[in-house]
């Protein structure tokens, strides 16, 4: 049986579960988006200790001046292993030294500069910023408190998040870490 389950079939790419995406909803989120703002692994504006020191972790507003073709732009941090909670105000602690890239961290732009909450749910709702998987008609996502999840292939809560959140203009880590750094 295990062996026949193992084998090539023809159908297709399998959806994938809500556990296999660690999903979580809106409510488990408190309605707010998911980042390392709200995170239990967060060493507060400095660090994650799922990753150790050597990448810095902090939101930031590109570029430092707005020009004509170019607008200022919030960007809040956020890795796939977020867990809803509080962040470590304390002296930093580092429990695992993970790839950056493996835990797909990347920082995610704001609707707005200034927020009190910044990052990645479903339908962008409470100053989150849209998946590109959350599958609306209307214009605005936001708008929408539901909508068709093209990796669940079901229907998901506007505040909902998971770890396969996608957005076209995401910031990668390295990129960030360069930004980070001009900025010193
Ligand atoms: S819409 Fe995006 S963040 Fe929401 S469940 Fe689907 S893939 Fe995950």
Not at 82 to 108: K, R, V, Y
Not at 110 to 124: F, K, Y
């Amino acid at each position: 049986m295990r062996r026949a389950n193992s084998q090539p079939s023809l159908e297709g790419v399998p959806v994938l579960s809500r556990p296999q995406v660690l999903f979580t909803t809106a409510a488990e989120m408190r309605n707010e988006p998911a980042s390392c703002y709200n995170c239990i692994f967060y060493n507060h504006d400095e660090s994650c200790q799922l990753i150790g020191p050597r990448v810095v972790i902090s939101k930031f507003t590109y570029p430092k001046v707005a020009t004509n073709d170019a607008k200022r732009i919030e960007y809040w941090p956020c890795c796939g292993m977020h867990q809803h909670g509080e962040p470590n105000f304390g002296p930093p602690t580092f429990s695992a030294s993970n790839d950056p890239t493996s835990l797909d961290l990347i920082w995610i732009n704001a609707p707005s500069l200034g927020l009190e909450r910044g990052g990645a749910n479903c339908g962008g709702e409470n100053g989150g910023d849209d998946c590109d998987n959350y599958c609306t008609d209307g214009d605005d996502k936001r708008d929408e408190p539901s909508a068709f999840c093209r990796v669940l292939q079901s229907t998901v809560m506007n505040g909902d998040v998971c770890a396969s959140w996608r957005d076209d203009d995401q910031l990668p880590w390295d990129k960030a870490q360069n930004i980070l750094k001009e900025r010193e």
